[in-house]
């Protein structure tokens, strides 16, 4: 099966904590996303990445940092949480020169800070 | 800088009724993407349809349209014979040269009636 997946489905942790989140995808594309869905369903880029650029939204705190280590993989650390990093943080890809370019899903991580 | 609005928090209709969903943006791109995504009550995001802003056709894929209003930076989603399958969360996304990400608008919840 070809899609983006995401690892873990949940997460709870305690304000200052260290998390990380992984997204694969098997789709073949060559670009990789992350955004940043809040409770009110607002959704907002954090950061796009293909194996020459890594393009960070400039509102994303630096505590975020992305980690690649290959063209389908772009994993999420967030280096100490805080209790506004509560949300779903989905995963997405796409490829580069496609007709219709659409980025692909992951399923979403939700994250809740105590 | 660039923006997309949603004006339609929410929306409803009755099985077999065709549904306008409105989108306006901004931006100072000559060429960009417009993209329209259906989110589940799961959290999935799925791909409906997409316009280009070099094509002035309005585009079309099932069931689904837009009403593509370049010179007003406006475009609607059309849904013909909606069913209650099509509940969900509309998202109308920009996307613009350089990182290709998606700027979303606040979304349109929609309910279909049986």
Redesign the interface.
């Known amino acids: 099966e070809t899609a983006v997946f995401q690892t873990p489905n949940y997460h709870v942790t305690q304000v200052g904590n260290e998390v990380s989140f992984n997204c694969k995808q098997t789709l073949g594309h060559d ?1 990789m ?1 992350w ?1 940043k869905q809040d409770s ?6 954090m950061f ?1 990445y293909n194996n020459k ?1 890594l ?1 960070v ?1 400039e509102t994303v705190p630096r505590r975020f940092s992305p980690q690649s280590s290959d063209k389908a993989h772009l994993n999420l650390r967030i280096k100490s949480v805080e209790p506004e990093d509560s949300a ?1 943080y ?1 995963c ?1 890809s ?1 490829l580069t020169g496609r007709v ?6 992951g ?2 991580t939700r994250l809740t800070v105590l | 800088a660039q923006r997309v609005t949603q004006v339609q928090p929410t929306g409803s209709s009755q099985w077999g009724e065709e549904v306008t969903l409105d989108c306006s943006y901004e931006t100072s791109e000559y060429f960009y993407r417009i993209f329209w995504y259906r989110q589940l009550f799961s959290g999935e995001m799925v791909f409906l349809i997409y316009q280009p802003s070099f094509d002035t056709q309005n585009q079309r894929s099932g069931r689904y349209s837009v009403v593509f209003q370049k010179s007003f930076k406006s475009i609607s989603l059309v849904i013909s014979a909606s069913q209650p399958e099509d509940s969900g969360t509309y998202f109308c996304a920009l996307s613009a040269p350089g990182s290709w990400q998606l700027i979303f608008g606040s979304g349109t919840q929609l309910t279909v009636m049986p």
């Open positions: 670009t996303y955004y009110k369903k607002l959704l907002k880029i796009s650029q393009i939204n779903v989905l997405a796409s219709i370019p659409e980025q692909f899903f399923p979403g």
